[in-house]
């Protein structure tokens, strides 16, 4: 009888003896989201040793499923200059403002930092830099290289039918400077581009374009002057930066997990099982999945068509884009019963193939393809032609309307 009096005398004097907080501790669990290099629109091939490149789409859906996870208190948020336009900048920043709008919390620690890091780091809730941090913002800029003078040196000339006063494609090579609409093109995109950097960065830090733009002119900051001018927070080691996020969340312990929703690679080398196993994985194409649901195939075409195959490039990246690859792809979506368009900013393609004039002997399984579709596009295709080039020699109180009407 005497022994569980003692076991819970002994509990209770451990629960008082205790500090609190050690009796009520917290943890948080943040998630590391690290931008780098590039984000393609394309489905990476499977990596048999690790996790799948993220692509574009890939990475809005980590973000999204990260916004759906209740275990997930906040996004510690890494931008090491990746190569993004614009418009990949504003999706990004879209899915991580859903992600606070859920509640939770962004932060950011910089060490170095571009123009392209300030863009994406603005939605973060707290910035910090090390007294030592310095940025370099380079502006926006365009440039075009014209080669007519060194083509002539080497007695070759380029033959370029110009059909529009806004139409500059490959005026470098039949020109020796650049045309004055060219010019005031380049201009209009540099200078849009320009005023949406100060938009975003401004909105994102709560503080006037007018300093943004002091920034992007002084070019190189310190630490202290991005403070000066609200770009960041605070000024503080990396050690005091996590005991701020702690703080900032009321824990007392974080759990960073930088590998979130990705297959992690756990092989046991000692194990031969298990290399066994590894390369049947290599070895095995991927299941295809089907469904009995009505699909939409979508033709991806990227670059200037030329005759023949497609070719990837040896680089991994990039490549050409053939007619045949092109023609076979549209009869692999028709056999399937896939009807679908690549995207109507892009008809010129069917232009550009003549699917109007294509023999039945050489598409014999899509006659109504042929028809409906290929006469019905190259209409549509003939009137955003006219539209296209009375923009090209239109470029005033009109040009909105037409914009709209394209």
């Given at each position: 009888m005497k022994t569980p009096v003692i076991i819970a005398l002994l509990v209770a004097i451990t629960l008082v003896c205790t500090p609190q907080a050690a009796v009520w501790a917290k943890e948080a669990t943040v998630i590391q989201l690290r931008l780098h290099d590039t984000y393609e629109d394309t489905l990476p091939p499977e990596n048999p040793f690790g996790p799948r490149l993220l692509h574009f789409k890939g990475l809005l859906d980590l973000i999204r499923e990260a916004t759906a996870d209740q275990n997930i208190a906040a996004l510690y948020l890494k931008s090491?200059?990746?190569?993004?336009?614009?418009?990949?900048?504003?999706?990004?920043?879209?899915?991580?403002?859903?992600?606070?709008?859920?509640?939770k919390r962004i932060y950011a620690f910089v060490e170095h930092a571009h123009l392209v890091d300030l863009l994406l780091l603005s939605v973060a809730d707290r910035i910090e830099m090390p007294d030592a941090a310095s940025v370099l913002l380079s502006g926006v800029s365009a440039?075009?290289?014209?080669?007519?003078?060194?083509?002539?040196?080497?007695?070759?000339?380029?033959l370029v039918t110009h059909i529009g006063n806004y139409k500059a494609a490959f005026e470098n090579f039949a020109r020796s400077d650049m045309s004055p609409e060219f010019?005031?093109?380049?201009?209009?995109?540099?200078?849009?581009?320009?005023?949406?950097?100060?938009?975003?960065?401004?909105?994102?830090?709560?503080?006037?374009?007018?300093?943004?733009?002091?920034?992007?002119?002084?070019?190189?900051?310190?630490?202290?002057?991005?403070?000066?001018?609200?770009?960041?927070?605070?000024?503080?080691?990396?050690?005091?930066?996590?005991?701020?996020?702690?703080?900032?969340?009321?824990?007392?312990?974080?759990k960073l997990v930088t590998n979130y929703g990705?297959?992690?690679?756990?092989?046991?080398?000692?194990?031969?099982f298990a290399f066994i196993k590894l390369l049947t994985e290599i070895l095995t194409p991927p299941k295809k999945q089907s469904t009995s649901t009505p699909k939409l195939a979508l033709v991806y075409a990227h670059g200037i068509?030329?005759?023949?195959?497609?070719?990837?490039?040896?680089?991994?990246?990039?490549?050409?884009?053939?007619?045949?690859?092109?023609?076979?792809?549209?009869?692999?979506?028709?056999?399937?019963?896939?009807?679908?368009l690549a995207?109507?900013?892009?008809?010129?393609?069917?232009?550009?193939?003549?699917?109007?004039?294509?023999?039945?002997?050489?598409?014999?399984?899509?006659?109504?393809?042929?028809?409906?579709?290929?006469?019905?596009?190259?209409?549509?295709?003939?009137?955003?032609?006219?539209?296209?080039?009375?923009?090209?020699?239109?470029?005033?109180?009109r040009h909105q309307e037409l914009f709209e009407a394209l």
């Open positions: 090491e200059s990746p190569r993004l336009g614009l418009a990949k900048v504003r999706e990004l920043l879209q899915a991580l403002q859903e992600f606070k709008a859920a509640g440039e075009a290289l014209y080669v007519k003078d060194f083509l002539d040196k080497l007695g070759i000339k380029m010019h005031e093109m380049l201009e209009y995109l540099v200078e849009s581009s320009y005023q949406a950097v100060q938009e975003i960065i401004a909105t994102g830090r709560g503080i006037p374009p007018a300093r943004v733009a002091e920034a992007i002119d002084r070019a190189f900051l310190s630490a202290a002057d991005l403070k000066a001018l609200g770009l960041i927070d605070t000024i503080v080691p990396r050690d005091l930066f996590w005991a701020g996020v702690k703080a900032d969340l009321g824990v007392d312990t974080l990705r297959k992690a690679f756990n092989v046991d080398l000692q194990n031969p068509i030329r005759s023949g195959k497609s070719q990837k490039s040896l680089f991994g990246k990039g490549g050409l884009m053939g007619s045949d690859t092109l023609v076979e792809a549209l009869q692999t979506a028709t056999e399937l019963r896939m009807y679908a995207a109507q900013g892009k008809l010129w393609v069917w232009g550009a193939l003549r699917i109007d004039r294509w023999p039945e002997k050489l598409l014999p399984r899509i006659p109504n393809l042929r028809v409906l579709h290929g006469i019905e596009l190259l209409a549509n295709y003939r009137r955003l032609t006219e539209i296209t080039r009375t923009l090209s020699s239109n470029r005033g109180p």
